[in-house]
């Protein structure tokens, strides 16, 4: 629904607003660049090594789901005067509970688009009734708009969503 999105928007407004990017920590977990950071002292200590000790630094964490004990690393780098702290991860997994619960998190939770932010994003020559059936039948995910609605490419990207949300989110982390 666009997790990944907003963080990325909010990395650009700290770059614009005088932030230096050294300042800035961002791992994507999806990404096989950072695969071996998914142990959670290596992440540990990799974002501390990339800390400037005297100044801000904004730690992005994108799908930290794939970081078994995450929370670990995460409590450790909260402690730290000079550390602010973003997280997303995969509703399945955060929904069960396992964040801590001691307070210290502020939680966004983010939904797929309303039908007037999906008409936002469309042609204004599309009527509205058809922009309506565009959203019942292509969802409102933010990122099916760039697809101009190509059935097929919606399909496909659709459907990847079902399969990442079904089995990698469920049916792996259940073992069912």
Known sequence: CGKSTLLELFREYLLNNGVDKEQIIFINFEDLEYEELQDYHKLYNYVKSKMIPDKMNYVFLDEIQHVKNFEKAVDSLF????????????????MSGELATSGRYVELKMLPLSFSEFCT???????????????????????????????????????????????KDIVERYKI
């Open 121 to 167: 994003g469309t042609p204004d020559s599309i009527s509205v009734s058809e922009k309506y059936r565009l959203y019942i039948e292509n969802s409102s995910f933010p990122y099916v708009l760039r697809y101009e609605n190509d059935y097929r490419d919606v399909r496909e990207y659709l459907l990847s969503l079902y399969n990442t949300i079904l089995i």
């Open 79 to 94: 402690i730290k005067k000079n550390a602010d702290i973003y997280i997303t991860g995969s509703n399945a997994y955060f």
